[in-house]
Antibody
Framework: QLQLQESGPALVKPSETLSLTCSVS??????????WGWIRQPPGKGPEWIGS???????YYNPSLKSRLTITVDTSRNQFSLELSSVTAADTAVYYC???????????WGQGNLVTVST | EIVMTQSPDTLSVSPGERATLSCRAS??????LAWYQQKPGQAPRLLIY???TRATGIPGRFSGSGSGTEFTLTISSLQSEDFAVYYC?????????FGQGTIVEI
């Protein structure tokens, strides 16, 4: 069974770039036609879909974040990553990675990584 | 861009009672609608997909219905472990937003 684990810094300074990685275990990230996604949840609020990347590399982004967002896949490490530039306090959230198969829901989630944007 | 709206924001019920949660899409998402349950400190957990199919391991007291723009999640007899926040999400088209959530409380 596939498992996902987020990793990255807990604290990022305003105006800098937030970088997170999701490591996939229990299978190859390219062995099945899955979408690999990022979701965030600010404290006390609901989840916000950030974006997804297909195993082929095609990306889908939240329009409200698109200008600051890059999602990539690292084939050699069986990982996919998120970069969000020019962060502000509004980007403070728990960031989750997750998997979905085609027109399907997010059926496997990582445990989440709290990122605080602050000086 | 599709907008998902849930109602009510908070639902106060007693153990053993039925809970009915609603989710509305701003345009048709066919049956490509999921419900998630979230408890404090945990990631959302998939309950229902394709509007009415229970995910693996989900008890039969959870049921989903609807298609197009109107959806319902019903919990037939609330157990203590069901008090949580519930979110709907459409996956018919990109982007794939969530609803704002319904808190089910005692």
């Amino acid at each position: 069974q596939l498992q996902l684990q987020e990793s990255g810094p807990a604290l990022v300074k305003p105006s800098e770039t937030l970088s997170l990685t999701c490591s996939v275990s229990g299978g190859s990230i390219f062995s099945s036609p899955y979408y690999w996604g990022w979701i965030r949840q600010p404290p006390g609020k609901g989840p916000e879909w950030i974006g997804s990347i297909y195993y082929s590399g095609r990306t889908y982004y939240n329009p409200s974040l698109k200008s600051r967002l890059t999602i990539t896949v690292d084939t050699s490490r069986n990982q996919f990553s998120l970069e969000l530039s020019s962060v502000t306090a509004a980007d403070t959230a728990v960031y989750y990675c997750a998997k979905q198969a085609g027109s399907s829901p997010l059926d496997s989630w990582g445990q989440g990584n709290l990122v605080t944007v602050s000086t | 861009e599709i907008v998902m709206t849930q109602s009510p924001d908070t639902l106060s019920v007693s153990p053993g009672e039925r809970a009915t949660l609603s989710c509305r899409a701003s345009q048709s998402v066919r049956s490509n609608l999921a419900w998630y349950q979230q408890k404090p400190g945990q990631a959302p957990r998939l309950l229902i997909y394709d509007a009415s199919t229970r995910a693996t391991g989900i008890p039969g007291r959870f049921s989903g219905s609807g298609s197009g723009t109107e959806f319902t999640l019903t919990i037939s007899s609330l157990q203590s472990e069901d008090f949580a926040v519930y979110y709907c999400q459409q996956y018919d088209d990109w982007p794939q937003p969530f609803g704002q959530g319904t808190i089910v409380e005692i």
